[in-house]
Each structure stands twice: as C-alpha cells, then as structure tokens.
C-alpha cells in the first residue's frame, strides 16, 4: 500500500472524491481536492477506492513507499 | 476521390449529428461508431472529426495545445460569434477568468444553497400536484426549477424570468434549423445583460452586498485589471446559457427514466441514499451536453487517424460514456451503478464549472418529486427520450 494523494496539476474540481470519502478528501475554497492530512494511509478503505475508481480526471495516486525511491503511479483504476 | 478515402478512412458516419432530433436512438449509432470506427468524419457544421472512444476523449480533453477551444467549443455557435468566456478562451488566459467564479461553485458554497434548492422543489412539486392528473412536469419542475435556483444566484431580477425560457429555445434549439432565429434572440439576449450591468454599475458599491454571479463578476479582476464591458457580457451569456438548460434536461431525463420504470422508482422511494447514485447513472446515460467541440491547433493522430490543423473535432461524450471498454452493459441504465467515471460534465481545464451545482440539484428534485408524489407513469408508454420538449406523466396515487 502506498500513500495516497491529489496530483494538483490533474485534479480539476469535480468533488467526487468528496462525495464518496469526505472522511478523506478535502475541497478547498477554489474547488481543488486534496487529502486531509492524517488520511494518507486510507487508501484500502471501499470508499476511497471508489473514489479512486469515479475521479474522472484520474487525479487521486498512490506514491509508491515501500522502495527507497520515492516513485510517483497511478492506482490501479480497473 | 475523396479526401478521407485518400486519408484511409475505413468507417464513415458522415451525416453524423449530435443535435435535436438526430439524438433520438442515437445509441445504436454510437454502439455502431464505437465497434466500427471510433473516430470518423461528418460533413455536418462545416465538417468535422468526430472521437468516440472514452479513452481517446479524455486523451483530447487532457491536451488543451492540440485540441484547442477557440474559435468556438459549440457547434454551430451559440447564437454569437463572439468567444464565449471562459469556454471559448485558450491557456494562458483561460485559468485568469476561470478562477473568477470557481469559489462560487464549490460543493461548500453550493451546499449553503440547499435549503433554498429544496424549498423551491417541494413548492413545484406542490404545483405539479395541484395540476391535475396529467401534468407536463417539464413545463413544471424540470424548467422552472433551475431557472429560479441559477436567477437567484447569478442575481436576474425575478420579473424577467418568463421571458428566459424563450431564449433558451431560440439560441439553443433553433440554432441548427433556423440560425437567423438563433442569432435574433442571441442579441436580445446580450441587450438585456447590457441593461442589466448598466443599472448595477449605477447602484454602484450597496449592490456589491448581494454576492450574486454578477456582482462577482463586476469587482473582479483579470491580471490587475477589472473586465472589459465586452468580456462581462460575454461571461454573462454563457452562464446564462450553461447555467439554466443543461440541468432542465437532466431532471427532465431522470423523470423520464423513472416514470418508465416503475421498479426503479420503487427502489429509489425505499433507499433515498441511492438517489445521488442513480443521478450519476442519469448523467453518464442521458448526458444533457452529448457532444462538444475543439479544433486541432497541430496535424495529429488519434487512432490511426490524420487530423489536419485547422480542423474541428467533436468529442461525442455521449458515446464515450457508453463504451462497453469501460463500462459493463453499457446501454443498460442501472441505477446502482457505483463504478461511474463518465465524462458528463467533460474533464480538463474546461470541466463544466457549474457541475456541482448541476449534481445537486437533479438530486433535491428527485428526492422532493419521489416525496410528493405517490406514483407516476408516462402519459405515452412508447415516449422516447427527449432532452427537450414536454415531458406529460400520469400522477397518481
Ligand atoms: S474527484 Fe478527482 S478531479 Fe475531482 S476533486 Fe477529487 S481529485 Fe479532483
């Protein structure tokens, strides 16, 4: 499991994120997501995954950490 | 021998419309365009490519250099020839007038508007009850509903709100028959936003208080500098376009859908939380907005297909969210659906600004017309889908 959060140069406002994980994600007073601090780690929690699953920009990533390098992929979104 | 035969077109769809009557059963044609050809030519509008494919969509929407949106992101134009702000503008400038009103359509800021969204749906609910037993709930609900809510908003006086719907009708839905029609009411409809800036300019700074669209609009600023007369009234005339219709045709389809289907709409009365579901499902199957333009500003290949500069290119949304590589039956509409990344409210830096305000509503109206109304049915069994147009149910106990 990685650690979970918004690439800020993808995500484009669409909130689904927060319609379905608000216990995660957070709207900022622009529009744009991110994750709320603390939350990083949630990303095996059903509703995070159908976040995950219904970003229509594809925004919401997993930093891979457990390599040394720290290495930016995609979540699976099947 | 024609262009796109030397350009190795293989599958053509060239009298392809996305507009009016050409939608109705236009998802055979798009399950055909997505099998057959996903990307093709249409001589319609001046010509133009079509991309059918979700994948291929969201590729476009993702690289604004390639697939710009000036001259014009409607086709044929709205009405006007002026750009559209901020649908018809390019980066750099784009995000400037963007960023104007995102605030105002956050799901915070459009939460806020809830109370107010609901209040205005139980009293056209009411309406449609006292109406009789065979109600046009179009002319009810589906219309009057985010007309009210988006004046209010943007802060249209009230008394000019019957004339709207008239306007809607010529710009919108006469433009590709009569487009004199289209452009006649296009400048009464620029007209009337003149008068309107004029008279809040003259209320000078009380009228700031009121936080509507337009005041926003009027203190803001673009690179240091307040708006021209010309771009506030261009911001107006898309807001009122975008902002009234789009979510008119959204509740009108999920009545449609739900008068059809009794089941559905049983199962929606005994799990309300699944409303906000269902409306996602709506959204990807009956999209409001099914296709929308850019034009290619480099020769590119999508799908092994030449696309010249200069050329326009239409991405079908309404195909892409029908494409059986993304989603299971996609013609089936289930409204339960959970697995929705459709592309509705389009994606990229031109994601629809109002969609979260577009979502909310379509959901209060549902959640209040499944309330105050014990059961309906189409008047006309046999009604296909329309967007537009009436929608005549059966009310009953
Ligand atoms: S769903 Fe995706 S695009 Fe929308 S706010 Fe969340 S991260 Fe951003």
Sequence with gaps: MGELWVDGGRCQGHARCWALAPETFEIDEEGYAHVIPGRENSGDEPNVRKAIRNCPERAILERETDDAGEKAEEVSTS | ?397
């Design chain 2, 1 to 397: 021998m024609s262009t796109e035969t030397e350009r190795g077109l293989s599958h053509n769809k060239s009298d392809f419309d996305f507009h009016g009557r050409a939608l109705d059963n236009i998802f055979d044609d798009y399950q055909d365009m997505l099998a057959n050809g996903p990307v093709g030519h249409s001589d319609k509008y001046g010509g133009f490519w079509y991309i059918t494919k979700s994948e291929d969509i969201f590729n476009a929407e993702q690289d604004p250099d390639t697939f710009a949106v000036g001259p014009s992101m409607l086709l044929p134009a709205f009405g006007t020839d002026v750009p559209l702000i901020p649908i018809d503008i390019d980066p750099p400038t784009h995000a400037d007038f963007r960023k104007i009103l995102l605030p105002m359509f956050t799901p915070m800021n459009v939460s806020k508007l809830g109370p107010g969204m609901r209040e205005t749906a139980r009293q056209l609910c009411q309406e449609v009850l006292a109406a009789g037993d065979v109600v046009d709930v179009s002319a009810k609900l589906a219309r009057p509903m985010p007309t009210i809510i988006f004046s209010r908003l943007a802060g249209y006086p009230e008394q000019d709100w019957p004339i709207f719907d008239r306007w809607i009708d010529e710009i919108i839905y006469e433009r590709t028959a009569h487009p004199e029609t289209a452009y006649a009411a296009g400048r009464e409809l620029n007209d009337y936003f003149d008068r309107l800036l004029d008279e809040r300019e003259k209320a000078g700074p009380e009228a700031d208080a009121s936080n509507d669209l337009i005041t926003q609009l009027l203190k803001a600023e673009v690179k240091g500098r307040k708006l021209t007369r010309e771009e506030l009234l261009s911001y107006c005339y898309l807001l009122f376009l975008a902002g009234l219709d789009t979510t008119a045709w959204a509740i009108r389809s999920a009545l449609w859908y739900l008068a059809g289907n009794p089941q559905a709409q049983q199962q929606l009365r005994e799990d309300p939380d699944l409303i906000p579901t269902a409306a996602e499902e709506f959204l990807r199957t009956l999209s409001p907005v099914q296709a929308m333009a850019r034009t290619a500003k480099a020769d590119t290949v999508v799908r092994g297909q030449e696309i010249k500069a200069g050329e326009r290119v239409v991405l079908v949304f309404g195909a892409g969210n029908r494409d059986p590589e993304v989603y299971e039956e996609p013609n089936e509409i289930k409204i339960d659906r959970e697995d929705n990344r459709h592309l509705a409210f389009g994606g990229g830096i031109h994601r629809c600004l109002g969609s979260n305000l577009g979502r909310a509503e379509m959901v209060i109206a549902m959640e209040e017309f499944l309330k105050a109304v014990p059961h309906f049915e189409r008047a006309n069994n046999d009604e296909p889908w329309h967007g537009v147009g009436p929608l005549t149910l059966k009310i009953g106990a």
